[in-house]
């Protein structure tokens, strides 16, 4: 699809943009250090650890050997996606630098941050063995209940309390907020951060268009056919493996591009979105009935 740039005579400095939240999934991402390179490409090597309870002691013999074991697993970067744009410098220069300046940001900005914020929520929810409810939620009282539901649940498989996050539609968190009442307070004090995330961007499963295939050639991605609209997650920071690996945006001016007169401006992200296997507990789903 060829770009469509309409050439500035009159300009007002302000650029029309779409309204888009930034990053809704950064607070989870891990601290690199933990991740090293795998063996072969497009792997991350994750230590795991695990290790033997209490014994009974002896007061003759003493201890009962125990044993530790801290092994490296090794997961699959499941993420990488990418895109590159042409601007000329002269359609560039006529639109007040507003074609390609701006272009970077509102990129990332509007389709970048969505589509990994997606991807990361429908992959949590496609993992085995996560606890996962539904439902209809009619009014604040219920919405109330479910969560509390939800980290029962999670009190009782022993998910620490720390570091656990809400993730909940503004429309449900809305109707919390209209309870105003000590209990609706109390629910959401224990956790870390609420976070409200758009009805797009909260599915249990979506597809990504290739840009290629007919059809799929404005990339980005959709609501897949058999996913559920999301009510809330609960997540615990440390269940989830969750790195960009590498995110390289690049910008070649016109005076560097040996194919035309005009600026490029190229991004890729590269990175995983998994569950530690042993941590499944960490994360709570209630979807839509």
Not at 74 to 81: E, F, L, S, W
Request: charged content about 25%; aromatic content about 8%; hydrophobic content about 40%.
């Amino acid at each position: 699809m060829p770009n469509q740039i309409t050439l500035a005579t009159h300009f007002i400095p302000i650029l029309d943009e779409v309204y888009r939240l930034a990053s809704l999934t950064s607070d989870l991402d891990g601290a690199p250090e933990l991740a090293q390179q795998g063996a072969n490409a497009g792997e991350l090597i994750i230590p795991k650890l695990s290790m033997d309870g209490l014994a009974d002691y002896s007061r003759n013999s003493g201890y009962v050997d125990g044993d530790v074991e801290l092994v490296n697993e090794t997961v699959a970067c499941n993420y990488d996606r990418g895109r590159k744009f042409s601007i000329d410098a002269m359609d560039d220069e006529e639109t007040a630098n507003i074609a390609f300046s701006r272009l970077a940001g509102e990129f990332i900005r509007t389709k970048v941050v969505p589509e990994i914020d997606a991807f990361r929520f429908a992959t949590y929810c496609a993992i085995e063995g996560i606890s996962v409810a539904s439902g209809t939620l009619s009014d604040g009282e219920a919405v109330i209940a479910a969560i509390r539901a939800g980290t029962t649940k999670m009190d009782e498989d022993e998910v620490p309390f720390e570091n656990r996050f809400l993730y909940i539609t503004p429309t449900l968190k809305g109707v919390i907020d209209d309870l105003d009442t000590t209990k609706s307070r109390e629910v959401l004090k224990k956790f870390k951060k609420v976070i409200e995330v758009p009805q797009s961007r909260f599915a249990t499963a979506i597809k990504l268009r290739d840009g290629k295939t007919e059809g799929e050639t404005t990339g980005g991605y959709v609501k897949a056919d058999t996913a559920k609209d999301i009510n809330f997650m609960i997540v615990h920071k440390d269940a989830v493996i969750q790195f960009p690996k590498h995110v390289a945006p690049k910008v070649i001016p016109p005076k560097l591009n040996p194919n035309g007169d005009s600026w490029i401006y190229g991004y890729r992200n590269y990175g995983i979105a998994d569950v530690y296997e042993n941590k499944v507990a960490g994360i709570y789903l209630h979807h839509k009935a």
